[in-house]
């Protein structure tokens, strides 16, 4: 059915493949509840440090006009995930295995260094995003906050040699924190329900506006996270569906509606954060709001409510760590699919965190917490970057018969997932430009 697409290829993740029953018979809940979670750590991607700035900086300089924006992002973000897990469940291989075996050495190579360069950029966003945390919260400067995240390695090791299941339910833990810290915000700042629905409803304004067209690519460029798409190929198959046509088909709806309510709970925390940023700060006039520690500082006085920022903080240190969880894993499973190379987890943690961890302390040091802002900015660029080396090959893959057999995207889904990849592709570019015109 693949032809030489697959033929030799080492299971994704190792022992962990196929590795979580799931119920041939029961209720559809029972058959949920077992296929969910890759959609949950996929989702953690979406909600991640990196985001928070463009969804604060939306909602304080044009309230709830840009929430069509993170609604169509969204949107678009639910397609290709599903692309992902489509081939995943297809052809037995995820993204990284399937460049391997389509391309030459040369571009696989390239592609491979790009993707290892994503992961780097989304890890020092996220050991930014928890720095700052531990120091809203705990006065810990940035420098030290920064150092203390190489130990997160700790963690994950115990969380991965407990089984897969434990590293879901850790991270669907702390998405439910996220959730629950941002649905009481949101309750706190009483947003008007008129102009939250309005919001929603694209505007010509978004287009004819400069400044509101620039955020809108960065909220539409930022969105779709590159390792995301070889995260989700790999983890779907840790469920033991039958690798029949038939199984892979139902494998596939399960896997589908995993990813989509997990990317809806993404959908509403990008959605609170702008909402809240709209009611507590547009509403007050306060348009000057870009960052987390400025909004960290002013959401408490403003709302008249102490609580506030320290919900804020821990929501912001809980996406910190569940970002740190699955980028190790998409790390693992981008070199063992592209190189076959196998390394200890520790060993592979170490070495991602502390290149991420030595810039963040270096230009703490040398530039202070406005470098450190400066670096978040450029570590959204170098993913952008990347994105449309990890999004075109997926596509061609999955509409390409020879290689996915029964289970090939559709017409429709075709024509669709190529406009949405064009979409993004261009948005990216004209997002570096405006980055690099800001710079110079």
């Known amino acids: 059915m693949l032809s030489r697409f697959g033929v030799g290829a080492r299971p994704s993740l190792g022992d962990l493949n196929a590795s979580i029953q799931v119920p041939q018979n029961g209720g559809w809940l029972r058959r949920l509840i077992a296929f969910a979670g890759p959609g949950y750590m996929v989702a953690v991607g979406y909600m991640d440090p990196g985001n928070w700035a ?70 020092l966003a996220e050991v930014i995003g928890t720095a700052i945390a531990l120091k809203l919260l705990f006065d810990i400067p940035l420098i030290w906050g920064a150092i203390l995240c190489a130990l997160d390695v700790f963690l994950i090791l115990l969380l991965m040699r407990r089984g897969f299941r434990w590293l879901e339910a850790f991270v669907i833990a702390l998405l439910t924190l996220i959730f629950g810290c941002f649905a009481a915000q949101m309750i706190m700042s009483h947003p008007p329900l008129a102009e939250v629905f309005h919001g929603f409803i694209p505007q010509k304004e978004i287009i004819t506006n400069p400044a509101a067209l620039y955020l809108a690519i960065g909220i539409i460029g930022a969105t779709v996270m590159p390792h995301n798409l070889y995260l989700h190929s790999s983890i779907v198959q840790t469920r033991a569906y039958e690798r029949t046509d038939a199984g892979k088909r139902q494998g596939l709806r399960w896997a589908v509606t995993d990813s989509t309510i997990a990317l809806s709970l993404a959908l509403f ?144 889904l075709a024509v669709l997932a190529w406009v949405i990849t064009a979409l993004i592709v261009v948005l990216n570019m004209k997002l570096l430009v405006g980055f690099a015109q800001e710079w110079l």
């Open 269 to 412: 925390v990008n959605a609170a954060i702008l909402i809240t940023a709209a009611a507590v700060f547009h509403s007050a006039g306060r348009t000057d709001v870009v960052d987390i520690e400025q909004a960290h500082e002013l959401l408490s006085p403003m709302l008249g409510i102490g609580i506030a920022s320290t919900l804020f903080a821990v929501a912001l240190l809980a996406s910190g760590i569940n970002s740190t969880v699955t980028a190790t894993l998409a790390g693992q499973i981008v070199m063992e699919g592209f190189l076959h190379l196998r390394i200890p987890d520790w060993a592979r943690r170490l070495i991602t965190r502390g290149i991420a961890v030595v810039p963040v302390v270096v230009v703490t040091a040398l530039y202070g917490e406005r470098g450190t802002s400066q670096l978040l900015v450029f570590s959204q660029v170098v993913l952008s970057m990347q994105l449309p080396m990890a999004v075109i090959p997926l596509v061609r893959f999955v509409t390409d018969r020879s290689k996915m057999g029964a289970l090939v995207a559709g017409r429709g």
């Open 54 to 123: 463009t969804d604060l900086a939306g909602g304080s300089q044009f309230g709830y006009m840009l929430l069509s924006v993170i609604l169509l992002s969204n949107l678009m973000a639910i397609v290709l995930q599903a692309l992902a897990a489509r081939l995943g469940i297809a052809t037995g291989m995820d993204l990284a295995q399937a460049c391997r075996e389509q391309y030459s050495r040369p571009v696989r190579i390239a592609l491979w260094l790009a993707c290892e360069l994503a992961i780097i950029a989304c890890d």
